[in-house]
């Protein structure tokens, strides 16, 4: 899993991050701050995201 997990991250984590960037600014928070702490809570959300899917398809 170690090497399968980095590629998923890779565009899961960016995408959840991106996500979080997106509910940033319509909800009107559009200052650096906001964006910064949704972008990283998408992060980790994608980390966590990752490692399940991950998970998953290693176990078939």
């Known amino acids: 899993m170690s090497r399968l997990f980095p ?3 890779s565009i899961v984590g960016v995408t959840c991050a991106g996500i979080g960037v997106v509910v940033a600014l319509s909800i009107g928070q559009d200052t650096l701050q906001p964006i910064l702490a949704w972008a990283a809570g998408g992060a980790v959300v994608g980390v966590v ?3 399940i899917i991950a998970r998953k ?3 078939g």
């Open 7 to 9: 590629l998923i991250y």
């Open 49 to 51: 995201a990752s490692w």
């Open 57 to 59: 398809l290693i176990e």
